[in-house]
Nanobody
Framework: VQLVESGGGLVQPGGSLRLSCAASGFPVSIYDMTWYRQAPGKERELVAGISSSGGRTIYADSVKGRFTISRDNAKNTVFLQMNSLKPEDTAVYYC???????WGQGTQVTVSS
């Protein structure tokens, strides 16, 4: 099982980024997947999740209406589309497969002017 995040970077407030979590060793279509983030000096927090069946999604209140989690089964990848970014979204973002508690290495997102 391997999860590799990408797509992070430096973006101005109000901008957008799309994070990708490329999975290998298992099909993302049959697992619940999540995105977490951890800002300096803070605990890791859940940002968004998507269920294995039916595509049910959940979001932290702080990102509702701005972030969208999705899954491309053909690419075996989970995405996090982030719009209207704010400085407080700055963090390292991690992808997780809940079953077995597998994590990627993280990708840095910095929102700053």
């Amino acid at each position: 099982v391997q999860l590799v995040e990408s797509g992070g970077g430096l973006v101005q407030p109000g901008g957008s980024l799309r994070l990708s979590c490329a999975a290998s060793g298992f099909p993302v279509s049959i697992y619940d997947m999540t995105w977490y983030r951890q800002a300096p000096g803070k605990e890791r927090e859940l940002v968004a999740g998507i269920s294995s069946s039916g595509g049910r999604t959940i979001y932290a209140d702080s990102v509702k209406g701005r972030f969208t989690i999705s899954r491309d089964n053909a690419k075996n990848t989970v995405f996090l589309q982030m719009n209207s970014l704010k400085p407080e979204d700055t963090a390292v973002y991690y992808c997780q497969r809940i079953a077995g508690n597998y994590w990627g290495q993280g990708t840095q997102v910095t929102v700053s002017s």
